[in-house]
């Protein structure tokens, strides 16, 4: 996920995932297992979510889920 799309989804809809905002607009997400997996499935078709230049965030591969 692109750093900067999740910053400014985060500041839109604070409540969307529990999360806590660290410096250099770091963010990590201290909400349930299942609720950041509803939060990136969710977000998963989202092409603006997922954005390959960040190295640091998450990203998207072709793997199967673990739900499959």
């Known amino acids: 996920m692109g750093l900067d ?23 990590v997400f201290t909400g349930r297992t299942e609720a950041v997996q509803a939060f990136i499935k969710q977000h998963l078709n989202d092409a603006e979510a997922w954005d390959e230049m ?7 591969t072709g793997g199967k889920s673990a739900d499959k």
Do not use: T
């Not at 960040?54 to 998207?60: K, T, V």
């Open 54 to 60: 960040y190295g640091d965030g998450l990203i998207r």
């Open 5 to 27: 799309w999740l910053g400014k989804e985060l500041k839109q809809h604070p409540n969307a995932i529990e999360h806590v905002l660290l410096p250099e607009d770091r963010v």
